[in-house]
């Protein structure tokens, strides 16, 4: 158990410690994850971003207990999610964590508010009315909650979506390519909200994304390769993270075919 006795340094909200993740056996193995130890403090937003197949989907299932780690331990909070059954497991994701996913993931029989109040109903609570106000408002939906997600625009359900996460409370919100069916301006709308999420309900964001103009909302970046933490980045910009980007390329040009 670790202790945090400095009061300066703020908790984190996930981490994961030294973990890695080996699919498949024998010949056809492969190390999504390579003993990664990395938190993600309270209260920001972190993007992770790196070439395809590094490792970014794979960390967040393992933080969010989706997939399960072949070593090492990730934690919500102060909880081990290695120690807890299934069972638990689906609380936990339910109770603790908000998701937003590339393909929205609404349902389509129910209106926006009953999409958004939906995980709430399901572990036996009302929504804080005053809340669900402040979250509805935040997303601007408050003339579209009688509607069903197939009379809404891509952006106007993603935005669902993030009110969905948001509205529990969560201690962490994770993001798989929330703008990845977006154009770019209703992408920017959702990345606003995610931001303002972080800057005025005191929410953490971790979203995984390929894309360096959102990376560029976030407050810091981190960059995998090679199921490998390769790089770090605060304050970013769309520009510095596109450099470094290109620099993830030129190294993969130079190397060549990685082979088996
Ligand atoms: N279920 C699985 N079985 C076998 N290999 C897998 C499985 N899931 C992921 N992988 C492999 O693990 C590596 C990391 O995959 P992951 O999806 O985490 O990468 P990513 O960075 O999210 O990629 P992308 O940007 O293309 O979505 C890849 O080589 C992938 O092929």
Redesign the pocket.
């Known amino acids: 158990m670790t202790t945090n006795i400095d009061p300066t340094v703020v908790p984190d909200a996930a981490r994961a410690v030294r973990v890695s993740?080996v699919?498949?056996e024998g010949d056809?193995t492969?190390?999504?994850?390579d003993d990664i130890t990395i938190g993600f403090p309270r209260g920001r937003f972190t993007a992770?971003m790196?070439?395809?197949?590094?490792?970014?989907?794979?960390?967040?299932?393992c933080l969010a207990g989706l997939?399960a780690v072949t070593d090492g331990a990730v934690y919500l909070g102060d909880t081990e999610l290695g120690s807890l059954s299934d069972r638990q497991l689906t609380r936990l994701r339910r109770d603790r964590i908000g998701f937003v996913f590339q393909a929205f993931n609404l349902l389509p029989t129910m209106t926006a508010l009953e999409n958004i109040v939906l995980p709430a109903s399901l572990a036996g609570r009302r929504s804080d009315p005053a809340w669900l106000d402040r979250v509805v408002a935040a997303v601007g939906l408050e003339q579209r909650l009688q509607h069903r997600p197939g009379e809404l625009s891509g952006g106007q359900q993603q935005r669902v979506a993030v009110a969905r996460a948001l509205v529990g409370r969560p201690e962490i919100v994770m993001a798989?390519?929330p703008t990845g069916n977006l154009d770019s301006r209703a992408g920017a709308e959702v990345l606003a909200l995610l931001r303002n999420a972080v800057d005025e309900l005191g929410q953490t964001v971790l979203m995984?994304t390929?894309d360096p103009v959102a990376a560029g909302y976030a407050d810091s970046v981190v960059f995998?390769a090679d199921?490998r933490i390769a790089d770090h980045m605060e304050a970013p910009t769309p520009d510095r993270v596109l450099d470094r980007m290109k620099a993830f390329d030129r190294v993969a040009a130079g190397a060549g075919s990685r082979g088996e």
């Open positions: 993740r699919h498949g056809t492969v190390r999504a994850l992770v790196g070439p395809s197949g590094s490792g970014k989907s794979t960390l967040l299932h997939d798989d390519e995984v390929h995998l199921g």
